[in-house]
Every structure is written in structure tokens, then in C-alpha cells.
């Protein structure tokens, strides 16, 4: 178990540390960093979230339906969680409080998800974490790029529900967000990439998590890390509050054994870095959610191998 949560997650830490060294010492520029989050967001993790997806069987993921269903349902809850508290506790604005929230609702399934499952419990978990990507994708993704640009365009005065609606249709013009969608209704449909499309996608995608990770590394370099009592609680929803809400709703649902542990472990994993990398081109980089990220990475290896030795021993 050691040996697997080091394989998923020393690389992970690895690539934010080398990004945030990068920027701390001015070896990369941390401050206009708009093409390297254009290579991220909408070419490498694009073709990186179509490949996943597009390689997975129709019958397989209709199998999985109620796992995504469950996955949307825990994501959905904890952001709206941590949106609350981020505007009412924290008196964030509507940017700051809906990166803080992605940070936290929607976990790194990309860079952790798929391998430590894949190797701990098998090819049918893999399935299960390459639909958590597409989960969040296309519900919480879109919904902060919609605030985002809301917000944006109301100078801080208060956005309504027909703004931000308009604004969650326009963010499926995203790569990011239509790519796993393409994928979904291209599995639906039977269809298959000629051989040479598929490989120029694979490569691309090979780009995806290296290069993710440098630039979250990289924006988080750009400010103060500082361990505070609402870091502390952002971590805390991230590697405990999230996963026990996970376990108790999939318990009280009757899943299956593997389901719920699967569900479970994604819910535990460390934040994503799309909030960050989302509020950067708004400039929405809140410090809160920074430091909870970087925070849930450096305590992440211990809380995920409770969780593994809950689900295997106790459920």
C-alpha cells in the first residue's frame, strides 16, 4: 500500500514543488503565465479527459451510471459547502469563494484518481475514476467559469441566476468542458478514432499532468503559503469532511462494497488545481485556497492510506 500511494502521489507533489521553485527563485515568470494555462486547459487536459474516456465501453460506463450519479451528488454538495462558507464565514467575493470551492468540491481524479485505482483495485475501478473526471467537467467546472466571468462582467456588484446561467452554457464552448462530453456521445454511439487520430490525442495527453501540476506549482509560487484556521478547515473538508460525506451517503444508498470504496477514495484525494487555474485568468487566486491545496498534498498520503485501510479492513 506504501509503495502505490507513493507511486500516485510523491510524482504529483514532486511536479507542484518544481513549479513553485520555478517561480519562487524567477526561473519561470509567475505572474503572466496566460500561454502555459492555454496549453494546459485547452490542449493537454482536453485531449487528455477525451482519451480516457473515449477508451471505456458504452455497456461499462451505463453499468457505472449510479456511481457517477453518486460522484455528482458528493462534488455538487461540497461545493456548494465551501461556496457558503466561503461568502458567508470567509466574505469572499463571488470569484475568490468559487475557486475555493472547486479547490475543494472537486479532487485531483486526472493525476490520482486513475492510477492509484487502476493499480490497487483493478481495470473496473479505472472506469470509475475516468468518470469522476468527466463528473466534475461538466457540472462544477462549468459553473465556476460561469461565476467567474459573471462576476467579472458585473464589477463586483452582485451577479444574477439568468447571468450566470447564460454564462454556464457559454463555458461548454471550453475545451476542457466539451471534450469529455464529445467523448461521452462518441462511446455512446460506438464510434472509434482511426489509429492515427487516437495516437496524436494519447500524445498530446501525455502532456497533461506534467505540465498541469508546474503551472499550479507555479501560480501557488506567485503567494504567501500560510497555514491559518481556515486553511485548516479547507483541508480538513478536503481529505475528511468530503470523503465521510461520501461514505455515509453511498451507505445509506446500499451500493455495493466496491463502489463505495471507490467512491470514497476519490472523494479523499487532494484537491484539483482547476480552480486555481481557472481564477488566474480572472485574476481570482484566493490565498485560502492556495495554501489548502498545497496543504492537502503534504498531509494526503497519510489521511488516503487511513481511508485504504478503513475500506479494505472495516467495510
Given at each position: 500500500m506504501t509503495l502505490i500511494l507513493l507511486d500516485a502521489l510523491l510524482p504529483i507533489f514532486v511536479g507542484l514543488l518544481l513549479g513553485y521553485i520555478a517561480g519562487r527563485r524567477g526561473v519561470m515568470d509567475n505572474l503572466n503565465v496566460r500561454n502555459l494555462i492555454v496549453l494546459v486547459m485547452d490542449f493537454a487536459i482536453p485531449c487528455a479527459l477525451f482519451s480516457t474516456i473515449s477508451r471505456t465501453s458504452w455497456p461499462v460506463l451505463r453499468e457505472q451510471s449510479e456511481s457517477a450519479a453518486m460522484i455528482g451528488?458528493?462534488?455538487?454538495?461540497?461545493?456548494?459547502?465551501?461556496?457558503?462558507?466561503?461568502?458567508?464565514?470567509?466574505?469572499?467575493?463571488?470569484?475568490d469563494a468559487s475557486v475555493l470551492a472547486l479547490t475543494v468540491g472537486f479532487p485531483n481524479s486526472a493525476a490520482v484518481a486513475l492510477p492509484l485505482l487502476t493499480t490497487a483495485y483493478g481495470p473496473r475501478s479505472s472506469?470509475?475514476?475516468a468518470l469522476s473526471i468527466a463528473v466534475g467537467s461538466i457540472t462544477i467546472s462549468p459553473l465556476t467559469v460561469a461565476l467567474?466571468?459573471?462576476?467579472?462582467?458585473?464589477?463586483?456588484?452582485?451577479?444574477?441566476?439568468?447571468?450566470?446561467?447564460?454564462?454556464?452554457?457559454?463555458?461548454?464552448t471550453r475545451p476542457v468542458v466539451w471534450a469529455p462530453v464529445l467523448?461521452?456521445?462518441?462511446?455512446?454511439?460506438?464510434l472509434h478514432l482511426p489509429s492515427y487520430?487516437?495516437?496524436?490525442?494519447?500524445?498530446?495527453a501525455s502532456a497533461a499532468s506534467g505540465s498541469a501540476l508546474i503551472l499550479t506549482g507555479?501560480?501557488?509560487s506567485s503567494q504567501t503559503f500560510r497555514f491559518d484556521k481556515k486553511v485548516a478547515w479547507a483541508t480538513a473538508a478536503i481529505v475528511l469532511i468530503q470523503p465521510l460525506f461520501a461514505l455515509g451517503i453511498t451507505e445509506l444508498f446500499h451500493m455495493s462494497h466496491a463502489e463505495i470504496r471507490?467512491?470514497?477514495?476519490?472523494s479523499a484525494i487532494p484537491g484539483g488545481f482547476f480552480g486555481l487555474v481557472f481564477g488566474k485568468s480572472f485574476n481570482a487566486t484566493p490565498e485560502t485556497g492556495s495554501s489548502a491545496l498545497i496543504a492537502s498534498y503534504c498531509v494526503g498520503a497519510f489521511?488516503?492510506?487511513?481511508?485504504?485501510?478503513?475500506?479494505?479492513?472495516?467495510?
Amino acid at each position: 500500500m506504501t509503495l502505490i500511494l507513493l507511486d500516485a502521489l510523491l510524482p504529483i507533489f514532486v511536479g507542484l514543488l518544481l513549479g513553485y521553485i520555478a517561480g519562487r527563485r524567477g526561473v519561470m515568470d509567475n505572474l503572466n503565465v496566460r500561454n502555459l494555462i492555454v496549453l494546459v486547459m485547452d490542449f493537454a487536459i482536453p485531449c487528455a479527459l477525451f482519451s480516457t474516456i473515449s477508451r471505456t465501453s458504452w455497456p461499462v460506463l451505463r453499468e457505472q451510471s449510479e456511481s457517477a450519479a453518486m460522484i455528482g451528488v458528493v462534488f455538487v454538495a461540497s461545493y456548494a459547502a465551501s461556496y457558503i462558507w466561503a461568502r458567508k464565514s470567509l466574505k469572499m467575493s463571488i470569484s475568490d469563494a468559487s475557486v475555493l470551492a472547486l479547490t475543494v468540491g472537486f479532487p485531483n481524479s486526472a493525476a490520482v484518481a486513475l492510477p492509484l485505482l487502476t493499480t490497487a483495485y483493478g481495470p473496473r475501478s479505472s472506469v470509475t475514476a475516468a468518470l469522476s473526471i468527466a463528473v466534475g467537467s461538466i457540472t462544477i467546472s462549468p459553473l465556476t467559469v460561469a461565476l467567474l466571468e459573471a462576476d467579472k462582467l458585473s464589477d463586483g456588484n452582485g451577479v444574477s441566476l439568468r447571468a450566470v446561467a447564460i454564462k454556464f452554457l457559454r463555458a461548454f464552448t471550453r475545451p476542457v468542458v466539451w471534450a469529455p462530453v464529445l467523448a461521452l456521445v462518441g462511446v455512446y454511439f460506438g464510434l472509434h478514432l482511426p489509429s492515427y487520430i487516437d495516437r496524436s490525442l494519447t500524445i498530446l495527453a501525455s502532456a497533461a499532468s506534467g505540465s498541469a501540476l508546474i503551472l499550479t506549482g507555479l501560480v501557488v509560487s506567485s503567494q504567501t503559503f500560510r497555514f491559518d484556521k481556515k486553511v485548516a478547515w479547507a483541508t480538513a473538508a478536503i481529505v475528511l469532511i468530503q470523503p465521510l460525506f461520501a461514505l455515509g451517503i453511498t451507505e445509506l444508498f446500499h451500493m455495493s462494497h466496491a463502489e463505495i470504496r471507490d467512491i470514497t477514495l476519490i472523494s479523499a484525494i487532494p484537491g484539483g488545481f482547476f480552480g486555481l487555474v481557472f481564477g488566474k485568468s480572472f485574476n481570482a487566486t484566493p490565498e485560502t485556497g492556495s495554501s489548502a491545496l498545497i496543504a492537502s498534498y503534504c498531509v494526503g498520503a497519510f489521511s488516503m492510506a487511513g481511508w485504504m485501510l478503513v475500506l479494505t479492513r472495516y467495510l
